[in-house]
Each structure stands twice: as structure tokens, then as C-alpha cells.
């Protein structure tokens, strides 16, 4: 499985886009999307942002979006952007569970006790968690 190795330059890549295609409920445990992103033999970059950018055209649209196939057509298809905004990445649309907390917490207790009180929200294993300060981690999902 060269793609999930963390020194590949395709999982970086992925893990650029990671959290919006997540927040759009792409399943990366699926295993259909695992092969069509290890069957993406090049312009891997260019799959993920059009995944993403047709999303954002579905939701505008009040349109469904099926986030697994759009994912493995984008990467089958090698789809290319049409207009790639790098703030896209940045739209509510996009924001992780964890960047939604991270967010609300800073909102609910202030930024100064938040960062005494957490020390990073990560991906682990397909989920989402919250690290404190005492060491202790919580899922997202279950904050």
C-alpha cells in the first residue's frame, strides 16, 4: 500500500485535502475508495480538488452529493479543477469536526484557556481527536 506511506508525496498530498473531503463525508475506510485512490496513478492532486470543487457546486446548488462516488469518479476519471480556489480549504463547508470544536471552544472559553487547556485536535485512525493537556484524548465525535 504505497500511498498510505507517510513519506510518499501522494500522502501528503492527501492529507492536504484530507479534512474537506472528510467534512463532505467521503469514507476513507471504504474500500473502494482506498483502491481508487491507490489506483490514481498521477494528477492525484487534481482528482481530490475537483472531488472538492464539485462539492462546493452540489451544495450550492442544493444539490445531493454522494461523496464516495464523486471521490472515485474525480480519481478514476482523473478529473481536472475548473476554478481551484486554495480558500476553498478555508469555507465552514470544509471545516473538520475538529476544526468546528477547535473553533467553538475558542468562541465558548476564550483563546488564552483553550490553548492551556488542549493541546491539538489530529487525525488518528480515521477518527478525530482532541488531545488536553493532561494527556488525555477524546473523539471529536464524542465532545
Not at 10 to 32: P, R
Not at 40 to 60: K, Q
Not at 86 to 110: H, I, T, V
Amino acid at each position: 500500500m504505497w500511498f498510505w506511506e507517510k513519506e510518499s508525496v501522494e500522502y501528503e498530498v492527501f492529507k492536504k485535502y484530507e479534512g474537506a473531503l472528510l467534512s463532505i463525508g467521503v469514507n476513507f475506510a471504504d474500500a473502494e475508495v482506498q483502491d481508487a485512490l491507490e489506483g490514481c496513478s498521477y494528477d492525484l492532486e487534481d482528482a481530490l480538488r475537483s472531488a472538492i470543487e464539485y462539492a462546493l457546486w452540489l451544495s450550492e446548488h442544493e444539490k445531493e452529493i454522494f461523496p464516495n462516488a464523486l471521490l472515485i469518479r474525480a480519481l478514476q476519471d482523473n478529473w481536472k479543477p475548473k476554478a481551484w480556489r486554495d480558500k476553498y480549504l478555508e469555507l465552514p463547508m470544509f471545516e473538520s469536526p475538529g476544526q468546528r470544536w477547535w473553533n467553538a471552544a475558542d468562541k465558548m472559553w476564550g483563546r488564552d484557556v483553550r490553548n492551556q487547556l488542549v493541546v491539538d485536535v489530529f487525525f488518528d485512525g480515521g477518527g478525530e481527536f482532541i488531545k488536553f493537556s493532561n494527556g488525555k484524548e477524546i473523539l471529536v465525535k464524542t465532545a
